[in-house]
């Protein structure tokens, strides 16, 4: 089993509050007082993808870190 470092499963952790606040934000913006905002509307509708892409974005620097990472330990 590999040992992962832990100060680069740190650096995903700012991408996993950006989306919680994010889906918080969302709960939000669903209350009655803002159904009226066209602007509010698109917000809502794009932000699943917004979440999607960083998604994507984790998968990427995880995947990066664990292919640096073989080189790291050999060292």
Known sequence: MKNHSSKKELMLLPILLVVIVMCVAGHFLL?????????????LA???FAMF?????A?????????NEPNEQEK
């Open 31 to 43: 209350q009655a007082n803002f159904q009226d905002s066209n602007m509010v509307e698109y917000m």
């Open 46 to 48: 794009a932000l699943p």
């Open 53 to 57: 892409g960083l998604v994507i974005v």
């Open 59 to 67: 998968f990427k620097l995880a995947s990066n870190s664990e292919k």
